[in-house]
């Protein structure tokens, strides 16, 4: 390639590039450049726009799991506080009906001494009069004898009863 086919390509090339920039080429490619770069803004845009609700939503159900946490945590809590009043509470009824049936016992266990005590004295009341009885009519007979221990007889069982 000589001098001259080298002038005449770059008399090429001016007039291809006049060409172009008469048609509005250059325009057409900065608009399109400008177009992608506005698409790819607006991508950005709407990728940081999501990345931020994305991060809000994080943010939401993290504070919601935390929220549940501790809801969670005081149901436990107040389960076991109930659990603990139940207790005392069914510790106290038992030990209420525990004394109330150890107070019945010991009343009954009362009762049936006093019975015993009383029905021993009345044994031993009867068995004194009898004796009694037994030792005057030996040695006292008749009929003053016989009034005389009627009326003693009478008598004790008058201040028994």
Not at 119 to 126: G, I, L, N, P, Q
């Amino acid at each position: 390639m000589g001098p001259a086919d080298a002038f005449w390509a770059l008399i090429s090339l001016i007039i291809f590039l006049a060409i172009l920039v008469y048609y509005g080429v250059p325009g057409l490619i900065v608009r399109s450049l400008d177009g992608r770069a506005d698409r790819i803004r607006k991508e950005l845009d709407e990728a940081r726009r999501l990345r931020e609700e994305a991060q809000a939503l994080l943010a939401d159900y993290q504070r919601k799991r935390r929220e549940a946490e501790e809801e969670a945590e005081q149901i436990v809590a107040d389960a076991k506080s109930e659990a603990e009043r139940m207790t005392e509470e069914a510790n106290a009824k038992l030990e209420d009906m525990i004394a109330r049936r150890t107070k019945a016992a010991e009343d009954k266990i009362s009762q049936a001494e006093n019975q015993a005590v009383a029905e021993v004295r009345a044994r031993a009341a009867d068995l004194a009069i009898a004796a009694a009885e037994r030792i005057l009519s030996d040695k006292v007979k008749g009929q003053v004898a016989d009034d005389l221990v009627a009326q003693s007889m009478d008598s004790v069982r008058n201040r028994l009863n």
